[in-house]
């Protein structure tokens, strides 16, 4: 029994080492490089003098620090709730279809997941171009000329949230229909033999049943959106006048344009701390809301 016992114990650990060794490479080390980094003055690469809070205190009196701080918050108001609702209300849509039709919609809302950031922003730009765009006459239209929209300050967030929500809202499409179709079908008909109409059907039957898939995509999005950077960097590049910079973004400049790795690391682990509190916040202010 000893014998079997332990080589069960071997068995295991050689199953679970594989992840054991990738997670203390790929993550748990750099976490630890980063926490250490951020207490000196160190570059990118190499060593550098212990400096204490030195970084943390020199980012309490940076102005731009707030200022991509404040970007983050608006870029979560532009995205996270809308996208949310989107996906739902689309989602409701396509599962009232069926056979081919139905997968053929899904596929269609589906494909922008699947392509690389670089190919979404070449779209877009290319879409939103000042003199050649093919949606210029549509700004045209409403507010009677071509808007450059990358070098508007009160336009540059807006539009990189649309292309955010039309380039992901896909998956989360996605996790509506799967949690949709969790629901069994004989709620709806027992609600339907009670007299119930297909808005009060949503409001007593689909939406608490949805609720915890609402939850967990309210959360992915507040996540994701936290640490939004490939966009702003192709379309905008934080301008104009750091209207789009966002903490990323100030965490790329400081590290691999100025060599600021120190200071670089305090940034990360402050929006490391912030997307750990906020998700974890939001998540059981949702679950608990659920549970009423």
Known sequence: MLHNRRKHY???LSLIAPFVVTFCLVFLWPTIRVVEMSFTNGPLIGEGEWVGLANYKR???DRLFYTSLKNNGYFILLTVVPTTALALIIALAINRLSGRMQAAILALFFLPYILPVSVVTMIWTWMLDFQFGVLQPVFAFF???PVPVFKNPYWVMPMVAVVTIWWTNGFNVLLFIAGLRNIPGELYEAAALDG???RQQFRRVTWPLLWPVTALVLTLQLILQLKIFDQI???SRGGPFNSSYVLLLMVYREAFQLNHGGY???IALVLFVI????????FQLLRARGTR
């Open 275 to 282: 997307i750990m509190a906020v998700s974890v916040l939001q």
């Open 264 to 266: 670089a690391a305090s």
């Open 10 to 12: 071997l068995v295991a």
């Open 143 to 145: 507010t009677g000329k």
């Open 59 to 61: 980012l309490l009196t």
């Open 196 to 198: 119930a109409k297909r």
């Open 233 to 235: 960097y192709l379309m």
